[in-house]
């Protein structure tokens, strides 16, 4: 496995590639690989001939006030992972290389990020639309890999490679958990230990929703009661949105049908952290 830092050295190697005929998985990630990512890899290596891994903090889709200074790096760690996991090369680009001085083209959507983590991260998924189109042109993937805990980000993904046609096939792999529930996070980090158990109320309410779904209940509002009322009462979390949209528009729904996905996002302390189900009704 090899560390490339540029866009030239990524291309050379994937054409070299393709040339021999071979298939490429793209798996983005900003680092600090845990085992959510680790899955990814895995899933893009028993698919494909060949596995990219993307390690790039990008600023672009960060708002003034968020953690891009404190997001946490660990490139030893996670070209460990890599190597471990089969992968065959980590594309880890400095921002200056990513964004050339006047950069000034965006990749932008309308009506997905209008909802849920977009409605206060006003700036992300511009960032992550184009950071993920520019890494889809660099690495001309057969395959791309992304995880279900960024439900929204995923959709909209899916979305854009639709919308713009792309050829790339868009891989979506299941949340990964901790043993006690909680949804593996870069950001899981940031929490303190009393924080840190404090969070597993996020997969209690998951769970909560899904048996309210599985005996019957189809009042969007009944359930999201329920569990608004099992996070407040944990003291150290701190609502930011918990709803129920149709997964294909992002629109909040009142009656449980289709294909819904019920997202929430919450703090706690540093953290604010997001988790969520799918279901078809
Ligand atoms: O999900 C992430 O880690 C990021 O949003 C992504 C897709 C790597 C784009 O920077």
Known sequence: MVILKTIDEVRKQVKAWKKEGLSVGLVPTMGYLHEGHQSL????????????????VNPMQFGPNEDLESYPRDLEADAKLCQETGADIIFNPEPSEMYEEGFCSFVNMTGLPDA??????????????????????????????FGQKDAQQLAIIMRMVKDLNMDIEIVGCPIIREADGLAKSSRNIYLTSEERQAAVVLSKAVKEGQKLIADGERNAKVILDAMKSMISAEPLADIDYVEMVNMDTMKSIDTVEGYVLCAMAVRFGKARLIDNFICNV
């Open 41 to 56: 890899i895995q899933k893009s290596v028993e698919q494909n001939d060949r596995t990219v891994v993307s390690v790039f």
């Open 116 to 145: 849920l983590c977009g409605l206060t991260r006003p700036v992300h998924f511009k960032g992550v639309c184009t950071v993920v189109n520019k890494l889809f042109n660099i690495v001309t993937p057969d395959r791309a890999y």
